[in-house]
């Protein structure tokens, strides 16, 4: 069976929703355009956007710790930088992610829907070419921003041993693809993905967390998805990080092959 891509995915706000597309294009060293761009930071949290560096996701409203962000759907128009948020289909918020007042409110926005669950004041927080990715820079790397992956195989395999339903969306992925037989991507460290032009080195498995546990529709945490993981394989892993070493578009459909 050929190998493929099935779906892309960014997260332009993160712990927000995701936003499919059907084609994008990747640059060195880069991860996709726009994605985790922006965040919700905690007051606590010592973000200098001039000299932008990586922090833990606990320093952001984040579904690992605040699951009812999935009941939220955005939108947003990158250009303008507005963002459009809706709950049950009805918008709730509209505003820019770049005007003080506006992100302002946007903060207090998120504070009142998670029910004091966090203190006040949030701030919303993005910098020039900075990504809010969860994964701590890796030594083996030549960048701290990655693109992710998921073998829609190796989630097949962790539905049949949990006896229900996965949405691919839990593990909020960059790319899934087809074809390749479960849990063979763990075997890809260090070799190179070819997807269309453009070319990607693996450099690390992913470790999964509570946030996995959030169903996206419910907003409930009704799988315990790394006990399962651990329990059935013997590991907390889904998907692996890459680095893009040769830019090019890709798309949904595009053959992905591996080389050594």
């Excluded at 993160?14 to 294009?25: F, M, Y």
């Excluded at 965040?39 to 949290?45: D, E, H, Q, R």
């Excluded at 996965?166 to 260090?190: C, H, K, T, V």
Aim: charged share 25%.
């Amino acid at each position: 069976m050929a190998t493929s891509v099935e779906a892309i995915y960014r997260y332009p706000v993160k712990g927000l929703s995701p936003e499919p597309l059907q084609r994008v294009a990747l640059s060195i060293g880069d991860c996709l355009p726009h994605d985790r761009q922006y965040a919700i930071a905690l007051p606590s949290t010592r973000f200098d956007p001039a000299e932008p560096k990586w922090v833990p996701k606990s320093c952001f409203v984040m579904l690992m710790r605040d699951e009812a962000l999935a009941r939220l759907s955005t939108q947003l128009d990158h250009e303008r930088a507005e963002i459009a948020i809706s709950e049950g289909g009805k918008e709730v918020f509209r505003g820019s992610l770049r005007d003080p007042e506006s992100s302002g409110r946007l903060g207090e926005f998120i504070a009142d829907f998670l029910g004091g669950k966090v203190e006040r004041p949030l701030r919303v927080v993005e910098a020039s070419g900075h990504a809010f990715a969860d994964a701590r820079p890796k030594p083996n790397a030549t960048t701290d921003k990655y693109v992710s992956l998921i073998n829609l195989a190796s989630i097949a395999a962790l539905e049949q041993v949990m006896s229900a339903t996965i949405d691919p969306l839990r593990f909020r992925a960059n790319l899934y693809f087809s074809g390749p037989s479960a849990w063979s991507e763990q075997d890809w460290m260090e070799s190179t993905l070819r997807i269309g032009p453009a070319r990607l080195r693996v450099i690390a498995n992913i470790t999964r967390c509570a946030a996995t546990q959030v169903n996206r529709v419910t907003a409930e945490r009704d799988l315990d998805i790394p006990a399962a993981l651990q329990r059935h394989f013997g590991h907390n892993l889904m998907g692996v990080y890459a680095e893009v070493v040769t830019p090019g578009e890709i798309a949904v459909h595009d053959e992905l092959s591996v080389a050594s």
